[in-house]
């Protein structure tokens, strides 16, 4: 009995009712996150907060080379901006700090994934991708201080503001997980799963990044086309 319904499940999978994708189909696909967080942090004499938005936006082409392996090219845009301040408090004295910061890059990449079919119409997908491209970054700090009791002590108050503008090389490659549906014979819809990323900044190793994150926040949600 057991040998029997392993036998149906395996021919099952095997229909021609998977596929949707061909040898010599080409796709495009385009996906995206947006993310707005809100945090603080700290107590009463040394307090933190940050107010950020992340935007995350992936366009590629892919060549199915056979009816499971797809290869292709896109680029990737990245925005991030937001605020961090810090308030410390001591003795008779008040100290803020505010950042206004914002960087943003292009990186053009290069990926591979390997279609599996799960049921008609369903696939999950697992796919390797290489990016690199310049980010630029630039941010401006201000900073203030004075006295508790600002009438009896006016000399101790004080703001400044300093700023910066910064270009890097990043490189980055990353293995990411995907589900997609399709809802006709050429349109889909794909939910990317988080990932794995190894992610370099000025060629350093000293600024590397190793980042496992499946976290639902960053899933990025898109569409792929068959031409």
Sequence with gaps: MQKNLLSLVFLFLALPLFSQVNTGDIILSLDGNYMKTNTGGGVTTNMTGSRAHNLDISLSA?????????????????????????????????????????????????????????????????????????INASYTTTYTGGGKYLLLSPTTNYMYVSSADLKADYFSNMIYPEVLYFVGT?????????????????????????????NPVHWKLGVKMKL
């Excluded at 892919?62 to 301040?85: C, N, P, Q």
């Excluded at 370099?200 to 190793?210: G, I, Q, R």
């Design 62 to 134: 892919g060549y199915f080379f056979t009816e499971r392996v797809v290869a292709g090219i896109g680029i990737d845009y990245k925005l991030d901006k937001g605020v961090r301040s810090n308030l410390v408090n001591f003795n008779n004295f008040i100290q803020a700090e505010e950042m206004d910061y914002k960087s943003h890059a292009w990186l053009p990449n290069a990926y591979v994934g390997l279609y599996f079919p799960i049921v008609n119409k369903l696939y999950v997908t697992a796919n390797f991708k290489v990016s690199y491209g310049k």
């Design 186 to 214: 050429k349109t889909s819809i794909s939910l990317g799963l988080g990932g794995i990323q190894y992610a370099l900044t000025d060629w350093d190793t000293h600024n590397a990044e190793v980042a496992v994150n499946f």
